[in-house]
């Protein structure tokens, strides 16, 4: 059989092909890199953000609260959204979550929140003494598809402590529940800023009336 195609030399030097295959090998690689890149999903990213605290008719506290960082339970101490579609199993969006963890974005609000109604509102730790020091747990942040119209329902535990005997001053679980207007991660978020807000109010005159004998 007679090889008039190629150029064969010897082992270690280059094998040149014949002028009519260079032309398809271009149009191959052109139509390679001509071709669409796989759509890679967006991550959507959420803040918590209840908006403003109806200010309290309770009078001011002369006192000084220390504020510290929100547990979260597990489960729910990361920016992943939870949700559930039978009881007991918990699953996450796959392209939206949380710019944070629940619990980090917690603090600020509550912080915010409280920040009118004391003398003073720091957070803990830290250099400024205080009197009173408020402990938070976030128990549960999830979306619920297994109700309908589907629903959001968020729990958090909050305890004072009287920072100068190490003493429980209060404990109280706060737990709200709301609609969820559309049922997607979106509608999640707008339930969630929602129920946290009735939250946070609620935790202010818990707050109030806890450390008025302090």
């Known amino acids: 059989m007679k090889l008039s195609s190629f150029n064969l030399k010897k082992p270690g030097t280059n ?24 759509r890679v999903a967006n991550t959507h990213f959420y803040l918590l953000d209840a908006g403003p605290v109806a200010s309290a008719s309770h009078a001011k506290s002369d006192k000084v609260l220390a504020i510290s960082m929100t547990s979260g339970e597990p489960g729910f101490d990361t920016p992943q959204m939870a949700y559930i579609r039978q009881a007991h199993e918990l699953e996450y969006f796959a392209n939206h979550q949380w710019a944070d963890t629940p619990a980090r974005m917690l603090k600020p609000l509550l912080v915010q929140a409280l920040e009118s109604d004391f003398r003073a509102v720091v957070q803990a730790p830290g250099g400024i003494p205080a009197e009173i020091r408020l402990d938070t747990d976030l128990i ?5 598809f297994s109700t309908k119209p589907g629903r959001v329902q968020l729990t958090l535990r909050a305890q004072l402590i009287n920072v100068k005997d190490k003493k429980v001053i209060a404990i109280k679980l706060f737990d709200e529940s709301e609609n969820t207007p559309s ?31 302090q």
């Open 183 to 213: 049922d997607d991660a979106y509608g999640g978020v707008i339930a969630a800023n929602l129920a946290l807000g009735r939250i946070l109010n609620k935790l202010v005159v818990f707050c109030l009336d806890a450390t008025a004998h």
């Open 15 to 38: 094998i040149r092909l014949p002028c009519r295959i260079v032309p398809v090998l271009a149009l191959l690689l052109t139509a390679c890199s001509a071709l669409p890149s796989p």
């Open 140 to 144: 549960r942040l999830q979306q619920d």
